[in-house]
């Protein structure tokens, strides 16, 4: 019987530790926390740019930033790509576009926030996100321009 009993209470620690460790995995602004320091990463464009093809997702001013370089033509596993986004009209960041590079596929997800000191939350992802990179399957579905 105490055995049983040691044995519930460390599945209940082990859970609340895992709801621990996947809420620490979201910092503070409500972005992944595999997306920190992405402003130190290489920028993909030289210069902000504000074009992008119909239908546009992501309209404003973007920069896209890569955790890591090409390999060739491609991105190696792991690598995360951020596309942050300046809403006209605005003067922060109020979009940010995520692709992140698992077993040789791309996971996105977008977020945004309604002012400076909100939290982002998520807008898009999967599919609806893959329907539009599919134009840019030539440069390994990232857009940089």
């Known amino acids: 019987m105490r055995a049983g009993i040691v044995a519930i209470v460390t599945a209940v620690a082990l859970a609340s530790s895992a709801a621990v460790v996947a809420i620490a995995a979201t910092g503070a602004n409500g972005l992944p926390a595999y997306t920190n320091g992405y402003q130190t990463w290489p920028k993909l464009n030289r210069k902000p740019f504000t074009t992008c093809g119909p239908p546009c997702a992501h309209s404003g001013v973007k920069n896209v930033y890569a955790s890591k370089r090409k390999v060739g033509r491609r ?68 857009f940089t321009r």
């Open 75 to 142: 991105f190696p596993n792991g690598t995360v790509v951020v596309k942050t986004i300046v809403k006209p009209g605005t003067r922060f960041v109020g979009q940010f576009a995520v692709m992140r590079k698992v077993n040789g596929r791309w996971r996105y997800v977008e977020y945004e926030r309604s002012s400076r000191s909100a939290r982002f939350t998520v807008l898009a992802r999967g599919q609806l996100c893959q329907s539009c990179h599919q134009q840019a399957r030539a440069d390994d579905y990232v």
